[in-house]
Structures are given as structure tokens and as C-alpha cells.
């Protein structure tokens, strides 16, 4: 159940909205490519980019539960200036709920031999993120599912872990887990453009109960042949190739006020591939700036007055120079 008024209107919880659509990824393993395995505690596993094939639709589906059911993602034709590939569309009405208190990925889960970043919404059951002071949302729920970007599928005791921070037994607890190198893992990551930009809102000190719908779309990038390359390329998708629409309700000197300072190109560091930058910070996250994190171009419509502002742009030259040119 959810706990405080939260951001959603639904009586449902993320974490059994996304329980549902694991089950019926569940009974479309073998069409999906995935494979669907039990620790010894009773947590089930969906490989859907370790050593399962997966795929585009795993992955399509992948960032459907991980936004909880609450966002649309589709693969469509991409912009042949930017990248002469598909695109990744993530279109949500409820971008509070689906992108923040679900999809972010804002959980570092660490064990001996074992890194993973956990998104999903078994974060608002775990609620352990300021985040979920700051949005007033958390759950109680009976079962948790989560999403876990890693190189290997989880021991029973990251599983014990988790369960325990959700407060669920061990058997409630649903994980999907895939590389960042894999089709499915590859467009998890992609869909995650109006998050970014959702994410840099909250950094500006905005008041996100105002979003009321957002739109994204980024370019998918190839498959890489290792997880650190496969980083770089999905990231640089959003820092350099996304468009985000947001509608909201505000004023609009605050919108213009706030316009420059939303997109990627606010960063210093704007302009060279997320590689590049993440090897200068020895590969530390949190020694990067975080104004990089954002889309390349971000696009307000403000409902209250009807007026739209917008600023970045795309960035071509970076896009190829990171998904290995043509």
C-alpha cells in the first residue's frame, strides 16, 4: 500500500503494478529470450541479459516494469542526423511515481564479488533514498521487485539483502537483471531520458508534484562487447542525443529562469564522450559533475500560461564518436 499521498493516484503499489508485469513476462520466457530462475531462498531471478540472449522486446519490457507499468516505452525509427539507428521513446503521465519513485537508479547494492545498480520500485519499499522525503512517497508492500544493471545474476544473499530492506520475505522478491551490454540492459538504460531530466529538476530545487507528463526520446547506441564501453554509449544516448518534452505548471519567469540551467550543455564538462569524462574521475560517479546528467535538449510546456521554453541541442559529432562513427 502506499504510505503517504505520494505522487500517484493509483490505490495499486509500484511494486505489485510491477509484480504483475513480471508475470506475464514470466510466461513469455522462452518468446523473450529470457530465463527464469529461484535461489535457494525463493527469489526469482529473470535473466534477461546475463546469460539469457534477451533482446529488444526483453528490454522494451524491462523499462516498463521498471518504470512500474506507469510509462509507455517504444522502439521506433530514429533522426538519421543524429544516428542511423532505432530510438527509444518513454512517455509517461504519472513522471513522479513511474520515473522517480521507481525507475531511478539511486540504490548501489555491493556483496563480496558483487556490484550492481538497483532501480525499480523496490526502492519505494526500501525508501531509503532523501529522495522519498523530498516526493513524500514510500510503500509498504507484501512483495518488492527491482532492477539490477550488473555483470552476473545476484548470490542469495544480495538477495537476503535487498528482501530485508523491503521488508518482504525473501520468496516476495521479484529481480530482473541484465548488463549494461546487452540489447534488453542497453534499452532499459536509453529509457531513461525523462528521468534525467526529472532528476536535474530536483537538483534545481523544483518542485516536481508540477510535472504533470513528460516525453523523451534517445538514440540506442550498439551493443558494446563490455559493460564499461556499453556505460559510456547508453549514457552519452541521453547526455547527448535525448529531447525531453515536460509539461508543467508554473510560473513563467520561473521556467525561464530555469531553462539554461536544465539541459546537459550547463555542465563544464559538456562536450566529450561520458568515457572519456568517467576514466578522468577514475571511473567515481560521484567525483563527476552532476549538472553533465541531463538531457541534450529539454523542452517545457508550461500549462498554466501556455507558453513553451527550450534550450540544448543534440549533439551529432559526439553521438558517432561514441557509438564508433560510420
Same mark, same amino acid.
Request: glycine share 10%; hydrophobic share 40%.
Given at each position: 500500500?502506499?504510505?503517504?499521498?505520494?505522487?500517484?493516484?493509483?490505490?495499486?503499489?509500484?511494486?505489485?503494478?510491477?509484480?504483475?508485469?513480471?508475470?506475464?513476462?514470466?510466461?513469455?520466457?522462452?518468446?523473450?529470450? %529470457?530465463?527464469?530462475?529461484?535461489?535457494?531462498?525463493?527469489?526469482?531471478?529473470?535473466?534477461?541479459?546475463?546469460?539469457?540472449?534477451?533482446?529488444?522486446?526483453?528490454?522494451?519490457?524491462?523499462?516498463?516494469?521498471?518504470?512500474?507499468?506507469?510509462?509507455?516505452?517504444?522502439?521506433?525509427?530514429?533522426?538519421?542526423?543524429?544516428?542511423?539507428?532505432?530510438?527509444?521513446?518513454?512517455?509517461?503521465?504519472?513522471?513522479?511515481?513511474?520515473?522517480?519513485?521507481?525507475?531511478?537508479?539511486?540504490?548501489?547494492?555491493?556483496?563480496?564479488?558483487?556490484?550492481?545498480?538497483?532501480?525499480?520500485? %523496490?526502492?519505494?519499499?526500501?525508501?531509503?533514498?532523501?529522495?522519498?522525503?523530498?516526493?513524500?512517497?514510500?510503500?509498504?508492500?507484501?512483495?518488492?521487485?527491482?532492477?539490477?544493471?550488473?555483470?552476473?545474476?545476484?548470490?542469495?544473499?544480495?538477495?537476503?539483502?535487498?528482501?530485508?530492506?523491503?521488508?518482504?520475505?525473501?520468496?516476495?522478491?521479484?529481480?530482473?537483471?541484465?548488463?549494461?551490454?546487452?540489447?534488453?540492459?542497453?534499452?532499459?538504460?536509453?529509457?531513461?531520458?525523462?528521468?534525467?531530466?526529472?532528476?536535474?529538476?530536483?537538483?534545481?530545487?523544483?518542485?516536481?508534484?508540477?510535472?504533470?507528463?513528460?516525453?523523451?526520446?534517445?538514440?540506442?547506441?550498439?551493443?558494446?562487447?563490455?559493460?564499461?564501453?556499453?556505460?559510456?554509449?547508453?549514457?552519452?544516448?541521453?547526455?547527448?542525443?535525448?529531447?525531453?518534452?515536460?509539461?508543467?505548471?508554473?510560473?513563467?519567469?520561473?521556467?525561464?529562469?530555469?531553462?539554461?540551467?536544465?539541459?546537459?550543455?550547463?555542465?563544464?564538462?559538456?562536450?566529450?564522450?561520458?568515457?572519456?569524462?568517467?576514466?578522468?574521475?577514475?571511473?567515481?560517479?560521484?567525483? %563527476?559533475?552532476?549538472?553533465?546528467?541531463?538531457?541534450?535538449?529539454?523542452?517545457?510546456?508550461?500549462?498554466?500560461?501556455?507558453?513553451?521554453?527550450?534550450?540544448?541541442?543534440?549533439?551529432?559529432?559526439?553521438?558517432?564518436?561514441?557509438?564508433?562513427?560510420?
Amino acid at each position: 500500500m502506499i504510505t503517504t499521498s505520494g505522487p500517484s493516484a493509483s490505490s495499486i503499489s509500484l511494486n505489485h503494478r510491477a509484480r504483475e508485469r513480471c508475470e506475464s513476462l514470466i510466461s513469455r520466457a522462452a518468446e523473450l529470450r %529470457m530465463e527464469v530462475t529461484e535461489t535457494s531462498g525463493g527469489t526469482r531471478c529473470l535473466d534477461m541479459g546475463i546469460s539469457a540472449a534477451g533482446g529488444l522486446e526483453a528490454g522494451r519490457l524491462l523499462a516498463e516494469v521498471c518504470l512500474a507499468g506507469l510509462a509507455q516505452v517504444e522502439i521506433v525509427p530514429g533522426d538519421d542526423q543524429l544516428w542511423p539507428g532505432p530510438a527509444i521513446i518513454v512517455r509517461t503521465d504519472h513522471p513522479v511515481a513511474a520515473c522517480m519513485a521507481s525507475q531511478y537508479a539511486g540504490w548501489r547494492i555491493t556483496d563480496e564479488n558483487f556490484f550492481a545498480m538497483g532501480s525499480g520500485p %523496490m526502492r519505494a519499499a526500501a525508501g531509503r533514498e532523501s529522495l522519498f522525503d523530498d516526493i513524500g512517497y514510500r510503500e509498504n508492500p507484501d512483495v518488492a521487485v527491482g532492477v539490477l544493471e550488473a555483470g552476473s545474476l545476484p548470490p542469495a544473499s544480495v538477495c537476503q539483502q535487498i528482501a530485508d530492506a523491503c521488508r518482504v520475505p525473501i520468496d516476495a522478491l521479484t529481480l530482473l537483471v541484465a548488463r549494461t551490454a546487452s540489447q534488453a540492459g542497453g534499452v532499459q538504460v536509453v529509457a531513461r531520458s525523462v528521468e534525467t531530466a526529472l532528476h536535474k529538476l530536483h537538483e534545481l530545487h523544483f518542485d516536481l508534484r508540477q510535472v504533470i507528463s513528460g516525453f523523451g526520446v534517445a538514440p540506442l547506441p550498439p551493443v558494446a562487447r563490455d559493460d564499461l564501453t556499453a556505460l559510456g554509449r547508453t549514457n552519452d544516448a541521453v547526455l547527448y542525443g535525448a529531447t525531453v518534452n515536460l509539461w508543467v505548471r508554473s510560473e513563467d519567469a520561473r521556467l525561464e529562469d530555469l531553462i539554461n540551467r536544465i539541459p546537459s550543455c550547463a555542465s563544464n564538462d559538456f562536450g566529450a564522450p561520458f568515457g572519456e569524462l568517467f576514466a578522468r574521475c577514475g571511473r567515481d560517479f560521484y567525483r %563527476m559533475d552532476p549538472h553533465l546528467f541531463s538531457p541534450a535538449r529539454v523542452v517545457l510546456h508550461n500549462l498554466q500560461s501556455g507558453h513553451t521554453f527550450a534550450a540544448g541541442q543534440p549533439c551529432p559529432d559526439v553521438i558517432r564518436q561514441s557509438f564508433g562513427g560510420l
